[in-house]
């Protein structure tokens, strides 16, 4: 994999769970969208407060993040862990350069607070081995992949 010389843009997403479904929520408030799994009527695809034009960075940061976040419920559930309320995943994907190529790089972070960072390390890792996402890009684009417990 080449590294990223020159970053030039970036699309963030914050992405939490609620009675209502998933949240996704891109930087500036550009993108909020409630999401459904599979299979599941409700909660419908809601689209809100969406600029004309969101990056394919933010969309694809979205969708990743959507995925993510249902790895780690799987993952806690499998464990028995009970996630915290404001269990939340951030993640933010760059387009870069290196000469003349253009590549991507991504940052994950899953931010549960009050669980034990050994905890939260095994979810985190755990979550990507079996993220649909995180398998497509795992070798074609670095990616790292941070815990915040605080």
């Excluded at 010389?5 to 609620?18: D, I, P, Q, R, W």
């Excluded at 809601?46 to 969708?63: K, M």
Aim: glycine share 8%.
């Amino acid at each position: 994999m080449s590294k990223i010389e020159k970053v030039l843009a970036t699309g963030k997403t914050h992405t939490t769970v609620s009675a209502a479904g998933k949240t996704s929520r891109g930087h500036s408030g550009s993108l909020d969208i409630v999401l459904s799994s599979p299979g599941s009527a409700t909660p419908a695809h809601v689209f809100s407060n969406t600029q004309p034009h969101p990056t394919a960075e933010q969309l694809f940061a979205g969708a990743w993040s959507a995925c993510y976040t249902a790895a780690v419920g799987l993952v806690a559930n499998d464990l028995n862990v009970t996630l915290p309320a404001d269990t939340a995943v951030e993640i933010e994907v760059d387009l870069g350069q290196t000469g003349q190529a253009y590549f991507l790089q991504a940052r994950l972070t899953l931010r549960v607070p009050g669980l034990s960072n050994e905890i939260a390390t095994k979810l985190a890792h755990t979550a990507d081995q079996i993220c649909p996402y995180s398998k497509a890009t795992r070798g074609n684009i670095d990616v790292a992949l941070n815990v915040i417990t605080e």
